[in-house]
């Protein structure tokens, strides 16, 4: 009977995705709402306040206001005060009367407080149940990629093939990282989503999100050559591993599968044995782990929406729409052609096979959580051997980012337009080399984009703290991009595998 059939994890997925959306939308966070948590003789107390109108923040001789819309400023003024003065803050709320006047008759008073927070709704509770779906998968990535790389390197044996296979992978990624600025930049400068925004909309915006542009402009990251290559070489293994720095993993792996092929027969066999168990039992868990993926991604994706919501979205409707049609141009346009041409390959299968990874790519947003379910995508659906896929995707997880790339390009052009500046040509191929440089050893976690950016806006002399305009949908915005950062891995493990004529079940791949 048809309804007895299972429903694929796949579409279990997107249905997660979509209910969680709902949900999010459902029990979305109360923007005026807070919480203060004081310390009284009876222990912590904790009050909610709602339907206020200003609030004040008094130390000493100094105060500090805050109107109703200023909730996360509130929150993170609070945050940022000293230890020793946290106890001596007296926080008052003012409610408007019925004459529209603020009288001190209404006011809610609060000292010796301890923290004050958004109020959290069910669908921020669960979100714990995501992030031990995502920390499943992360705990995964490290073994799964040492284990293969191992016996995919042992396997290449010589040492000039691993040199050939690396030479292509790192070709492919940089031409298509330029390719996805390049995207970014002509999207940009058509559209011109800056021109679109007013300084009145500009100032808002950037008033609500001012405070945490210090922040992601302290994390800003240096681009050095030489820093990078040393960097490469890991001084402690281990500690490579304990950090996740996966190009030291990686070159640690390949050095020692290279190795294996140096010695004795009778030795190597074992190990590469071992490894090649270590390897399968991953995978074996990686399927285990995705049993559980409509639940994470459900959790994920509601707690999202409920934080962030979908009010700012129409604020920077022609920033968002900008960048998504340049991630579907590359995603379709770019990646479409590749795997034609140069990996023989039916699109249409590739990206079929790439379902499940895409999902959880965009769910997680985060490259190295998705990197095991890249692994069997790439490996079951797609008919990459592992020798590949053991090299391409982990290199690819750190230094090949199209979609961040991408959208650095459009945001560094739509900042610019906001502010009133004409980039010249020398300034954008600027954003294209930056850029580039950038997304290379560049950790593959959510949110480091809008750091790589502080870095890009600089290399211009575009004001930094424009990325304040931005901050608000970034985090939706990450979701998108590292889909389109993981399916450009998988295209060029199908395309360096086909070059090697490494590809299995050619007769069903060839169009």
Same mark, same amino acid.
């Given at each position: ?6 429903? &694929? =994890?796949? !579409?279990?997925?997107?249905?997660? +995705?979509?209910?969680? #959306? %709902?949900?999010? @939308? /459902?029990? *979305? ?98 979100? &714990? =149940?995501? !992030?031990?779906?995502?920390?499943? +998968?992360?705990?995964? #990535? %490290?073994?799964? @990629? /040492?284990? *293969? ?99 030291? =993993? ?17 030795? *190597? ?243």
């Amino acid at each position: 009977m048809f309804f007895k059939k299972p429903i &694929p =994890i796949h !579409t279990k997925i997107i249905i997660a +995705l979509i209910l969680g #959306a %709902i949900f999010g @939308v /459902i029990f *979305s966070v109360d923007t005026h709402k807070l919480k203060i948590i004081t310390r009284t003789d009876k222990g912590e107390v904790k009050s909610i306040v709602e339907r206020w109108e200003k609030a004040e923040f008094i130390l000493h001789d100094s105060k500090k206001e805050f109107t109703s819309d200023d909730q996360s400023k509130k929150i993170k003024f609070f945050r940022d005060l000293p230890k020793s003065e946290k106890s001596n803050v007296v926080l008052i709320f003012y409610k408007k009367s019925s004459n529209n006047q603020f009288r001190e008759t209404q006011l809610i008073k609060f000292e010796n407080i301890i923290d004050v927070q958004k109020v959290k709704t069910i669908a921020i509770e669960i979100k &714990p =149940i995501g !992030t031990i779906f995502v920390r499943l +998968l992360s705990f995964l #990535a %490290i073994p799964l @990629v /040492i284990a *293969s790389l191992i016996v995919g390197s042992a396997s290449l044996g010589d040492i000039r093939k691993v040199g050939r296979i690396g030479g292509k992978t790192l070709g492919y990624y940089i031409i298509t990282t330029s390719l996805a600025i390049t995207i970014g930049l002509i999207s940009a400068n058509l559209i011109k989503p800056g021109e679109k925004i007013s300084a009145d909309i500009r100032d808002r915006i950037a008033s609500e999100y001012q405070a945490d542009v210090s922040e992601k402009i302290q994390q800003e990251l240096g681009v050095d050559v030489i820093d990078f290559l040393v960097n490469i070489v890991p001084t402690n293994p281990i500690n490579a591993m304990a950090n996740g720095n996966m190009l030291q =993993i990686v070159f640690f792996a390949v050095i020692f599968g290279l190795t294996l092929t140096m010695i004795d027969n009778s030795k *190597s066999e074992s190990v590469i044995r071992f490894f090649d168990g270590v390897s399968d039992t991953m995978i074996k868990m990686v399927d285990l782990v995705m049993k559980i993926a409509p639940y994470g991604v459900f959790a994920l994706i509601s707690a999202t929406v409920a934080e962030f919501g979908f009010g700012i979205l129409s604020t920077l409707l022609w920033y968002i729409v900008t960048v998504l049609i340049g991630l579907l141009i590359h995603l379709l346009g770019v990646y479409s052609f590749a795997v034609r041409f140069l990996g023989k390959m039916n699109p249409l299968k590739f990206f079929k096979g790439m379902r499940d990874a895409q999902i959880i790519a965009f769910s997680t947003s985060s490259s190295a959580a998705t990197l095991p379910v890249n692994f069997e995508c790439t490996e079951r659906n797609l008919g990459v051997p592992k020798q590949i896929t053991s090299f391409v995707l982990p290199l690819g997880a750190t230094i090949n980012m199209d979609g961040t790339a991408l959208y650095q390009g459009v945001a560094s052009v739509f900042i610019a337009q906001v502010y009133g500046f004409n980039l010249d040509i020398t300034q954008q191929l600027t954003i294209v080399l930056t850029a580039t440089l950038a997304s290379i050893g560049t950790a593959p976690v959510p949110g480091v984009g809008i750091i790589m950016l502080v870095m890009i806006l600089k290399a211009i002399h575009i004001p930094a703290e424009g990325i304040a305009l931005i901050l608000g949908v970034d985090r939706i915005l990450d979701m998108c991009r590292t889909v389109v950062n993981i399916t450009g891995d998988a295209t060029a493990a199908v395309i360096v595998a086909r070059s090697e004529g490494l590809m299995k079940n050619d007769e069903k791949n060839e169009v």
